[in-house]
C-alpha cells in the first residue's frame, strides 16, 4: 500500500531548467564560455554546483567557486517571481492529503532557492519533511539524499514513490530501492526509463499516473 510520495523540486514540482539554462549562460559568458542546452543537460542538470563548477570552470579557488554559485543562484531568484507548480501537482498534493499519504520532498537546490520556490509555489507547509542535499553527507545521484527520506519518515521503501525529472535525481531515488516516476519536462522520457524509472510522464495530469496510483491504494508496490 502507498504510503509516501517523494518529490524532487526542481524540473517536478515546477519546470525551471529554462530559468537556471539562461543563468548559467549568462555567468558563464564571462569567462568566454558559450553553452547551449545540450551542454547544460549534459553538465549542469541535476547536479549540485560546487560539483557542476569544479568540473566546467575548475580554475577558480574555492573561494572563488562559492561566490560564483552565490550570484548565479542570486540571479535566478531575480529572474524567477512568477513561477507555476507543475500541472496536476496542485490535485496530486490533495489526493495525497485525502489518501493519508506522507509527502516528502527531496532537493539538491540551495536552501535559499528552496526556500524561495516553496513560497512562491504556496508550498511552505506542504511537506512533513524536506531533505536538502546540502546536509547530507552525500548528493544526487548518491543515493543518501532518499534513504535519508526513508528512514525518516520512517515507511518501508516498498511503500514509497519517488518522482523525478533528471538523469541524476533518477539515480539516487532507484539506488536507494525506491520505485521511480520519471517527469519528462526536462529530459526525454525514454532516458528516464532507461535509467530505472518504471514510468515517465509529462506532467501529474497524466492518466496513467492517475491509473497506476489508484491501483496503488489498497496494492502492494513490490509488485511493480
Known amino acids: 500500500m502507498l504510503k509516501a510520495l517523494l518529490f524532487d523540486l526542481d524540473g517536478t514540482l515546477v519546470n525551471t531548467d529554462p530559468i537556471h539554462f539562461l543563468a548559467w549562460q549568462k555567468m558563464l559568458s564571462r569567462y568566454g564560455m558559450e553553452i547551449d542546452e545540450s551542454f547544460y ?3 549542469i542538470s541535476g547536479g549540485l554546483n560546487p560539483e557542476i563548477i569544479a568540473n566546467i570552470l575548475p580554475q577558480l579557488s574555492p573561494d572563488e567557486a562559492v561566490e560564483f554559485a552565490d550570484e548565479k543562484e542570486a540571479m535566478f531568484r531575480e529572474m524567477a517571481p512568477n513561477l507555476q507548480r507543475l500541472g496536476g501537482l496542485t490535485e496530486l498534493l490533495a489526493w495525497a492529503k485525502s489518501q493519508e499519504i506522507q509527502v516528502g520532498l527531496v532537493t539538491n537546490a540551495p536552501r535559499a532557492n528552496a526556500i524561495f520556490m516553496l513560497e512562491i509555489l504556496g508550498l511552505e507547509t506542504t511537506f512533513e519533511l524536506i531533505v536538502l542535499a546540502e546536509d547530507e553527507a552525500a548528493a544526487k545521484p548518491d543515493p543518501t539524499p532518499y534513504s535519508v527520506a526513508i528512514e525518516r519518515l520512517e515507511v518501508d521503501i516498498e ?11 533518477i539515480r539516487s531515488a ?6 521511480t516516476i520519471g517527469i519528462a519536462s526536462t529530459h526525454d522520457p525514454k532516458k528516464l526509463c532507461e535509467l530505472g524509472a518504471f514510468m515517465a510522464i509529462p506532467d501529474f495530469t497524466d492518466l496513467q499516473l492517475w491509473t497506476f496510483l489508484s491501483s496503488q491504494i489498497e496494492g502492494d508496490l513490490v509488485t511493480i
Open 174 to 179: 532507484v539506488g536507494a530501492g525506491i520505485k
Open 159 to 169: 511503500h514509497a514513490i519517488a518522482l523525478e525529472d533528471s538523469p541524476s535525481g
Open 41 to 43: 543537460q549534459r553538465k
